[in-house]
């Protein structure tokens, strides 16, 4: 999936740094979606960031080697190295915690493998790694974990992306089964709904996606049909009668016999 660069040397070339790598501790930032990349990947992203098959990803996590280290007052700039790449992560000093113990300066060094999470920014042109999380890396098996969960992750979102894709561009009648009421008349009924009922229903009922028909999706391909006020109606009461449930949020729903 990823060329290999000739000057960053192997993963197994090295005989004391690899260990454990927890999950970064929570703090009080925003909440943010969390993907493992490449720094490939973070070096070819756009001014708006990383974007993996359109789903934006705010913080990254990168399992690199160090090339360089540069100490300054307020901050530490490394150069890491993977497989696909090199960039440089700056990671900004608690002064604070310096003052009363020197705790806020991660415990590498040259050559050391590591786990960094943070923001990509682009600084004159050039893209930055913004670490708030670098651990030291003592397991091999991290490493190669790693590379599998940038694949699997990368793979997951392409599926997704391209399956609501396929729902959108989809016109409406196409989208129905075969038994799809949409043509009855307006006092027809099946299994209790009539037939304003089943165009919502058989929307829903034919969403192939894992975690159903978002509301938005429906209202866009309904909207030339009924009022927002009806379409609202109609969710309410398919899902008080058992028809249809939501699953991820209160946006996206599946019906109860969906195929």
């Known amino acids: 999936m990823w060329n290999d660069d000739p000057s960053g040397g192997g993963f197994l070339n090295t005989t ?7 999950t970064p501790k929570k703090t009080g930032r925003r909440a943010a979606r969390t993907a493992p990349i490449v720094i490939r990947q973070a070096l070819h992203s756009g001014e708006e960031g990383v974007k993996i098959w ?6 990254v996590s990168i ?5 360089s280290i540069r100490m300054q007052s307020t901050k530490i700039t490394y150069t890491i190295q993977d497989i696909t790449g090199r960039m440089r992560a700056v990671l900004w000093l608690d002064q604070e915690a310096m003052e009363v113990e020197d705790t806020s300066s991660p ?5 050391d493998y590591i786990q960094i999470y943070g923001n990509v920014k682009t600084n004159k042109g050039t893209k930055i790694l913004m670490a708030f999380k670098i651990m030291p890396v003592t397991d091999v098996n991290i490493i190669t974990f790693h590379y599998f969960q940038c694949i699997h992750n990368k793979i997951q979102m392409e599926a997704g992306s391209k399956k609501e894709k396929n729902i959108q561009d989809v016109p409406i009648n196409n989208m129905l089964p075969a038994n799809s009421m949409v043509g009855i008349t307006e006092t027809s009924s ?4 009539n037939s304003r009922q089943m165009m919502v229903f058989n929307l829903i009922r034919g969403s192939t996606v894992e975690q159903g028909i ?3 999706d429906m209202y866009a ?7 927002k006020v009806e379409f609202e109606n109609i969710l ?11 699953t991820i949020d209160e946006e996206h729903f599946r019906a109860t016999d969906a195929f």
């Open 54 to 59: 359109g789903t934006e990803i705010q913080i």
């Open 214 to 216: 978002s509301k938005q």
């Open 107 to 111: 415990k590498v060094q040259v050559n």
């Open 221 to 227: 391909s309904l909207k030339d049909r009924m009022t």
């Open 236 to 246: 309410e009461w398919m899902c008080g009668e058992g028809h249809i449930y939501s």
């Open 16 to 22: 004391n740094q690899f260990g454990n790598t927890a």
């Open 190 to 193: 099946v299994n209790g709904l």
């Open 63 to 67: 399992v690199a080697r160090i090339r």
